[in-house]
């Protein structure tokens, strides 16, 4: 399937992920960040999407990466890792981003500790998926594939 204008994801990882691999795989599984990517963007391209990658460990950095990604990319799915809980410099800049959005966790924020169970970006996001493991970035995919493609 040929890649459609309109069409590119960008996948944003926070703090820590890129330590998958190294972290509990009863809650992030066993692949590595660059697997993981690599399922996403066959998945992506499967779907007629295309998918960037973007990680980093520090916050600044996140933010900044929001700022300039409209000129990039058409929608976002994004997983802050632990500031997702808090950091609410990251909810004001995806909201200046003013993408179609997903977040997605690994895990299954909703049944472990309290302080997972907030999250400051949901409410900038059209769907949050979570305790899906990788499949739940595909899900997030079809959601913006069906967003973008009205
Ligand atoms: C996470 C869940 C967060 O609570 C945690 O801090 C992470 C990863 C997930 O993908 O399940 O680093 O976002």
């Known amino acids: 399937m040929s890649t459609i204008a309109g069409n590119r994801i960008e996948v944003m990882h926070g703090v820590n992920l890129d330590q998958l691999g190294r972290r509990d795989p ?40 929001l700022h300039e990604v409209s000129d990039m990319a058409d929608a976002i799915i994004l997983n802050p890792g632990a500031w997702t809980h808090y950091a609410y410099a990251i909810h004001d800049a995806l909201e200046i981003a003013g993408l179609p959005a997903v977040e997605v966790h690994l895990s299954a924020v909703s049944t472990r500790e309290a302080w997972r169970q907030t999250s400051v970006v949901s409410d900038l996001c059209v769907a949050t998926v979570s305790g899906k493991g990788a499949e739940g970035y595909l899900e997030a995919l079809k959601i913006l594939e069906k967003e973008l493609t009205g």
Not at 34 to 41: D, F, P, V
Not at 42 to 56: C, E, H, M, N, V
């Open 26 to 65: 009863a809650h992030y599984g066993s692949l590595d960040l660059q697997a993981l990517e690599r399922r996403i963007g066959s998945w992506a391209q499967s779907l007629g999407l295309s998918a960037r990658f973007f990680q980093t460990n520090h916050e600044g950095a996140f933010v900044e990466h």
